[in-house]
């Protein structure tokens, strides 16, 4: 430049200037981003032959060919300028070396190849792609360690189809060593001959193939208007069954099998299989995609290679010469981008974010729009108003932005809108992603075609069943969604009729005085939709439900007192240990529509909902007689009213815990109740007892009867014969899948030990909401896994500013959830109900403020009721301090339970124990004359002194070896963690009986039971789910009955078969 400074030059090209005559054209321009203006050098059109005239203020410039044509006349400026507007020139836009632009499309095609590329552009293949594409020599990362591979080898001419659906191959691809979002660890390709066209599907198992081919088949056919003549496949155990070749045969289909581990004959689906991974492997390096995302990439990969040219067929693309149209290229966007989804704007308020972070996951095959994975819903979305930042990525480990040097504009794209076929490939079912990293990479695949399938069958589970069929059903998120929906409709009506039929509302006239404006007096309301599901995974009903708009509400005005009180889990945990001991059974009732029965005091008026405002009366309103879901006040006047009708019915409420009611009869037989909202639970010794209560609650409420509790608030509850197994199994399952580590290896411990963990550690902050949805859902797992509850408090400590660290960490407690995922805690029977507690303390643990961690346990017979671990308010002076303060904490609660075994005739007659392992501690709290040492500390914790004199505790010593509290104070080595989580009643769930015997398969057993064979009368209406225990076994005790858990019909009843010595199936019963 003229100061001496060098400038970096991006690309060089032509340029055009718009004259009278039509456009003129200047070369070799160099294209410099860095300069704020345009500049033209005189030097250099002076070499290319232009003539340059400066006169009367005026620079005059003639075409290089024909000195006498003018090219542009330009005025001098003030400023002594001559400026130019010049027009680059569309139709040789990528004449310009401009490098980056060149690499784009590279990118957004998956990789492909340059001289496909050109091919594309030179032979007009396609539409929306650039004129021209010059071949590049440099490096591309993706393709270096996705595509790499040894050269090729000399090929001779193979015979082609010469008709559509002629000749189709097909082989498996797999297993993947890491699960898809769906779990699928498998995809089979089919590919048409003469067409070159690609159809994936993806697979849990292999025996999946025979289903899909049938759908595969039904499908093309149909859309060709011809017939698959002939299937060319491996001999793989999948493809060679007889179910299959029955098929076939039947269809009319030839069979074409390669010889025994010779893929050469094969060779058309076997490089396509390589292709695949190759563009689907380079996809996700390019963007560091977890690889638990290689479905999604491989779905995208198929849907961009039947856009791409093949030596196969000429000037034309696999999907053009099927549908016989020319697609479209212009909807293309790298993948694995960021992006941002508007948000519609009846899902949004005038204040909110218009649109939401999300990852570019490929494109919908079932409408006009892209695959977007939203970051902060961790769900798969489908928008259409997308706004593209393709030279960005997303840091999976730290939860930002990282950005990459891709020439790329950002304006905002449309839907993809194509003439030709716009669904190439179909995934079953579509992937759900992840939201927690995952190593970038992904395992290179075996293909099935190199040896015969060994992976033995296995029938799928229908919870499994349940979930694949759920994927399609999608919640509305507005009224004219659900409006569209029959059995939406029908919710929504029912729901209106519930209304009605409590006498919820009343129309009235509007008053004058009032106005709708969803500030005050008059009140907007709004429909809100969710499935519920039961705890196997299969739909219990669509629920629509009408909610007023309460946040505008003003206190004093529009309500008073809010809150209502829910049972603890401690007190549901406590109920259960109680009913295993006694052998009694738990049942469950669901209220529905419970905050519709509450009386409201204030003078209320909401809207007319949409959809159902009644003809004639558009202009009245609504005033409410009872709450509705939403207003403020409305589990308030919910728990009032429930609270009467207990009391009014002879029920004693609980003074420790109100919503625990009991009622007894003659001393002998009681009734006990909790409430959590609108469940409720119930047990009793006494049969008559128990139905008239729920017969009595069936008519003063509409209510579901749902029978034995099986499932409770994410736990699962499971009554047997020898106990009560509790377990959050599913829960656990879906944080996996949430946070996206489904597929990860596991570990022993949830901490490692001597690690501590500090707020300042001076790693990179991670995204703050995305760790605290983890710790958040790891603190409500802590309801039946113990063992985890000191990872979890230790966690909740760094929910501000979190760190790397910190999220690796939480990241570490998930890898140990997914190789102890069965565990939960067992409460046995006929063992004596005696309240144990364990208290202990580490001492100046925490490196930030050197305060102690306060942990304890209580438990009834051998299994935990309540634990907690918390760190301490105040520094402790000594380890006997910090000790003496937990054992504070541990005699508060053991005073709660001890009342809450009262309220429900369990009375403690001895004094509960606490056990300790610091024996100062426990001379300070039985002596007063350690003042010196004493005198300092918070008067609320010498209450302890008072509780072991007056008989309500009795504090012990025990060994630091048996002290089940440590686990809540410190990260423990492996041998410690399975000796504690042990005592505490943490266990895998099995079912105990003496003489066990493996024997059985599960399908032999069953089939008396279920399907009528073996001389036994089939029964319609039960279902079968998992059944045994370990792969699919059935654990079978001679002459001895024995329950299938998982057995059951629709009204909840457990199957119990009766087995002979030869494991036959000899009667069966209900219970």
């Not at 509450?598 to 409410?624: A, H, R, S, T, W």
């Not at 346990?857 to 301490?872: D, H, N, P, R, Y």
């Not at 440590?966 to 003489?995: M, Q, S, Y």
Request: with cysteine.
């Amino acid at each position: 430049m003229g100061n001496g400074d060098l400038v970096n030059v991006k690309g060089k090209g032509t340029v055009g200037i718009q004259t009278k005559v039509g456009t003129k054209y200047i070369r070799d321009v160099l294209l410099v981003p860095a300069l704020e203006q345009n500049l033209l050098s005189v030097g250099q059109l002076v070499e290319h032959g232009y003539k340059l005239h400066f006169e009367n203020n005026e620079c005059t410039i003639y075409d290089k060919e024909q000195r006498r044509n003018l090219v542009k006349k330009i005025k001098m400026e003030k400023n002594r300028s001559f400026p130019i507007v010049f027009k680059y020139v569309e139709n040789v836009a990528l004449r310009m070396e401009d490098v980056e632009e060149a690499w784009l499309w590279h990118r957004r095609f998956g990789h492909l190849n340059f001289n496909s590329l050109k091919m594309l552009c030179q032979r007009k293949m396609v539409q929306g792609l650039p004129n021209a594409i010059e071949e590049k020599n440099e490096v591309c990362d993706g393709c270096a360690l996705g595509k790499h591979h040894r050269q090729s080898f000399p090929k001779g001419v193979a015979w082609r189809a010469k008709k559509v659906l002629e000749l189709v191959h097909t082989d498996i691809c797999g297993p993947m060593s890491t699960p898809s979002q769906g779990n699928n660890k498998y995809f089979v390709l089919f590919i048409d001959d003469f067409t070159r066209m690609t159809w994936v599907f993806f697979m849990k198992q292999k025996s999946e193939v025979f289903s899909i081919f049938k759908k595969f088949k039904s499908f093309v056919e149909k859309q060709s208007g011809c017939y698959i003549k002939t299937l060319r496949s491996d001999k793989g155990m999948e493809y060679t069954s007889s179910q299959f070749g029955n098929f076939c045969e039947d269809e009319g289909v030839e069979r074409q099998l390669t010889v025994a581990y010779t893929p050469q004959q094969n060779g058309v689906v076997e490089r396509k299989n390589q292709t695949v991974m190759e563009m689907a492997k380079a996809m996700l390096y390019e963007k560091g995609l977890p690889k638990i995302f290689w479905a999604e990439a491989v779905n995208t990969a198929v849907y961009l290679l039947n856009r791409c040219p093949t030596k196969a067929l000429l000037n034309k693309t696999l999907i053009g010469v099927w549908s016989g149209r020319k697609p479209s290229v212009r909807h293309f966007k790298v993948f694995g981008c960021l992006c941002y989804s508007q948000v519609p704007k009846e899902r949004r308020s005038k204040l909110d974010e218009t649109s939401e972070k999300c990852i570019f996951m490929g494109y919908s095959s079932q409408s006009k729009g892209y695959r977007l994975y939203n970051l902060k819903t961790n769900k798969l979305i489908i928008s259409r108003d997308v706004i593209f930042d393709e030279k960005a990525a997303w840091n999976w480990e730290e939860g930002k932005i990282l950005k990459k040097t891709i020439l790329v504009d950002e304006l905002q794209t449309k839907a993809p809108v194509e003439t030709g076929n716009g669904s190439t490939s179909t995934s079953s079912p579509q992937e759900s992603p992840r939201s927690v990293p995952l190593s970038p990479s992904i395992e290179s695949p075996t293909s099935s075609s190199s040896s015969p399938s060994s992976t033995p069958r296995k029938m799928r589970s229908l919870t499994d069943v349940y979930e694949r069929c759920n994927l399609c059903i999608v919640e509305p998120q507005s009224f004219e969604e659900a409006i569209k929906d029959e059995d939406w409709r029908k919710a929504m009506e029912k729901k209106i009729d519930v209304i009605e039929k409590n006498e919820t509302w009343q129309l009235v006239e509007k008053p004058k005085d009032k106005e709708i404006i969803g500030v005050k007096w008059i009140f907007r309301v709004k429909w809100i939709f969710r499935v519920k599901y039961h705890s196997d995974g299969r739909v219990q009903r669509l629920k629509a439900r009408l909610v007023a708009k309460g946040y505008s509400q003003q206190p004093g005005v529009d309500f008073h007192e809010t809150f209502a009180p829910v049972a603890r889990l401690d007190t549901i945990r406590t109920i259960i240990a109680v009913v295993a001991q006694k052998g009694w059974l738990l049942y469950q009732l669901d209220i529905k529509s419970a905050f519709l029965n509450g009386k409201l005091e204030e003078e209320i008026y909401v809207e007319q909902p949409q959809g159902f405002v009644v003809d004639g009366e558009e202009n009245k309103v609504y005033k409410l007689k009872k709450a509705l879901y939403g207003l403020k006040q409305a589990p308030r006047a919910w728990y009032t009213q429930i609270d009467s009708y207990f009391i009014e019915n002879g029920f004693i409420r609980s003074k420790s815990e109100p919503t625990l009611y009991v009622k007894s009869k003659d001393n002998s037989q009681i009734l006990i109740v909790a409430l959590y909202v609108d469940d409720l639970i119930f047990t009793g010794n006494g049969e008559k007892m128990v139905e008239k209560f729920r017969n009595e609650m069936m008519k003063k409420y509409e209510m579901s009867d749902m029978g034995l509790l099986h499932y409770f608030l994410g736990i699962e509850v499971y009554q047997e014969e020898d106990g009560v197994f509790i377990c959050q199994k599913r829960y656990v399952e879906h944080i996996l899948k949430k946070f996206g580590m489904a597929g990860c290896n596991p570990v022993s411990t949830p901490l490692v030990v001597n690690e501590k963990l500090r707020k300042e550690d001076g790693g990179k902050m991670v995204d703050e909401t995305h760790f605290r949805s983890l710790v958040g859902n790891l603190l409500y797992l802590t309801a039946t896994r113990p063992d985890i509850m000191f990872a979890a408090s230790l966690l909740s400590r760094f929910m501000h500013y979190p760190s790397h660290l910190h999220l690796r960490a939480a990241k570490r407690v998930l890898r140990y959830l997914q190789g102890t995922v069965e565990l939960g805690i067992k409460y046995f029977r006929n063992i004596e109900v005696k309240l144990i507690g364990h208290c202990d303390s580490d001492w100046g643990g925490c490196i930030d403020d050197m305060k102690s961690t306060s942990g304890y346990a209580f438990s009834l017979g051998l299994g935990g009721i309540s634990w907690v671990s918390k760190k301490q308010g105040s520094v402790a002076q000594s380890s006997a301090e910090a000790e003496y303060i937990s054992a504070s904490l541990a005699t508060s609660q053991a005073i709660w339970l001890r009342r809450i075994l009262e309220d429900i005739k369990e009375k403690q007659n001895e004094a509960a124990y606490l056990l300790c392992d610091n024996k100062s501690a426990i001379a300070i709290a039985k002596n007063y004359v350690f003042h010196s040492r004493t005198r300092h500390i918070a008067m609320k914790y010498h209450f302890i002194k008072e509780a072991i004199s007056d008989g309500e505790v009795q504090l012990m010593y025990c060994k630091s070896e048996e002290q089940v509290a440590d686990i809540f104070t410190k990260a423990l080595p492996l041998e410690k963690l399975v000796h504690f989580r042990k005592l505490l009643g943490v266990e895998e769930h099995h079912i105990r009986g003496e003489n066990v015997e493996w024997k059985v398969e599960m399908w032999g057993v069953v089939t008396g039971m279920i399907d009528g064979l073996g001389g036994y009368e089939k029964k319609e209406d039960w279902i079968v789910g998992e059944m045994g225990i370990e792969d699919g076994r059935v654990c079978m005790i001679p002459m001895h009955a024995w329950s299938f858990r998982h057995v059951r019909n629709d009204r909840n009843e457990v199957k119990v078969g009766w087995m002979n010595d030869e494991g036959g199936c000899v009667g069966f019963e209900t219970r």
